[in-house]
């Protein structure tokens, strides 16, 4: 089997990073990690992936005229590594229509909420205004319309009834580290196929995401 070559775009801490480093690592992750590139000079994510010979690039958004041109030397820098996916860990960067259809079927993010509820920003305090039972986490493809891509993989969590904001971001985060790692891996064993036409699971359409588990 042909390990899968990934690249991470990152804007902050990294948590996510780490989690698919420590699974490549510990070989539970059958996927070589290319490359580490943020937008951010201070991103901690940066440090992460130096202190694993992981090689970075840092792209400042604020040195280009215009997010075209920005993401214009994004793909320049991804395109050297020709990546079999381009994965998405607390990127905070809209990406141009031109470089998503570059890159078409090849982009993941991950989303904190069960999509399609909730798309944007702040998903945590709004499912706790609105009082839902459950919240969650989504890995998507990326689409020009924004958390608007096919979704792959969901898990799920109950909201109980004293559960403050922090209560439900660190069990979304807990959720994040284990569901990115299982889906490269998907990826890597050919189980999840992703085509111009169809995306499938285990030779079957996918249909409705893939419900992750933590066995």
């Known amino acids: 089997m042909t390990s899968t070559t990934i690249v991470v775009l990152i804007s902050g801490n990294g948590s996510n990073l780490q989690s698919i480093i420590d699974a490549i690592e510990s070989k539970q992750l059958d996927a070589r990690l290319a490359a580490v590139i943020s937008n951010n000079p201070d991103a901690y994510g940066l440090t992460r992936a130096k202190n694993h010979g992981v090689e970075t690039h840092l792209i400042d958004h604020r040195q280009y005229a215009s997010r075209e041109a920005f993401d214009e030397g994004l793909l320049d820098c991804i395109q050297k590594y020709d ?27 991950i989303h904190p909420s069960l999509l399609p509820h909730y798309k944007g920003l702040d998903t945590h305090r709004r499912v706790l205004e609105n009082r839902e039972p459950e919240h969650g986490v989504s890995i998507h ?59 499938s699971f285990d030779h079957q359409p ?9 066995n």
């Not at 809209?94 to 470089?99: D, H, V």
């Not at 249909?207 to 992750?212: G, M």
């Open 83 to 109: 990546p079999d996916y381009i994965v998405l860990a607390g990127f905070m960067r809209i990406l141009s229509s031109a470089f998503i259809q570059a890159n078409q079927n090849k982009i993941l993010n």
């Open 141 to 199: 493809l990326v689409t020009p319309e924004l958390d608007d891509g096919p979704v792959l993989m969901q898990g799920r969590y109950a909201i109980k009834a004293d559960d403050t904001l922090s209560d439900i971001q660190y069990r979304g985060h807990v959720l994040e580290h284990q569901m990115y790692p299982q889906l490269l891996q998907y990826l890597s064993q050919q189980r999840l196929q992703i085509n111009n036409q169809s995306i």
């Open 206 to 214: 996918l249909h409705q995401p893939i419900e992750f588990t933590n």
